[in-house]
């Protein structure tokens, strides 16, 4: 059977990635991946004790090292993490053998999702609206140009995961 070129889910913290992705891959008969939590069990460690004992450079050679990774299987869903993309060259790599969907969420929505969050090092900081503000600034036009589509995803993961496979052409598996 021909293999199933990789879909890569990217955007930005809290855009749902790790939410639809695991729907997606149901639904598309392919095997879902969270880049997160593959570098972590490669590193034997959570993303915050990387980012807190080595740093965040240290953190972003191994994003690239998973990417390379995942670049050589096929038929994946990969949730990659919010700044995977941004990384000059990542891009390239995941599309070797994989399709780029960006979901594309509003900062106000952004802002409501992550007002709680403990577990990403980027936002533990004050002022956190500016802070998605800024960054969601300087990243997003980085996402769109490395996304192969741009997909609204402000609905259920389930109705994101559709219009996905819509834009791809493909029939969705009924479960
Ligand atoms: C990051 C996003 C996180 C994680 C790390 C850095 C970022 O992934 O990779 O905390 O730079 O935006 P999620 O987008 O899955 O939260």
Not at 42 to 48: F, M, N, T, Y
């Amino acid at each position: 059977m021909e293999e199933k070129r990789n879909l890569i889910l990217c955007g930005f913290m809290g855009c749902g990635k790790s939410t639809v992705g695991p729907l997606l891959a149901r639904m598309s008969s392919r095997r879902f991946v969270d880049m997160d939590s593959y570098i972590e069990s490669q590193a034997g460690k959570s993303v915050s004790a990387i980012f807190a004992e080595e740093g965040e450079t240290h953190f972003r050679a191994l994003e690239k090292e998973a990417c390379e990774a995942l670049s050589h299987e096929q038929g994946l869903v990969i949730a990659s993490g919010g700044g995977t993309l941004i990384q000059k060259g990542n891009d390239e790599i995941l599309r070797r053998t994989g399709v780029i969907v960006l979901l594309d969420v509003p900062f106000d929505t952004l802002l409501e999702r992550l007002k709680e969050d403990t577990s990403r090092p980027l936002l533990q900081k004050p002022e956190r609206g500016a802070v998605i503000q800024s960054l969601l600034a300087e990243r997003l036009p980085i996402y769109r140009a490395v996304s192969d589509y741009a997909i609204p995803a402000q609905e259920s993961p389930e109705a994101v995961a559709r219009r996905i496979l819509a834009v791809l052409g493909e029939a969705p598996r009924t479960c």
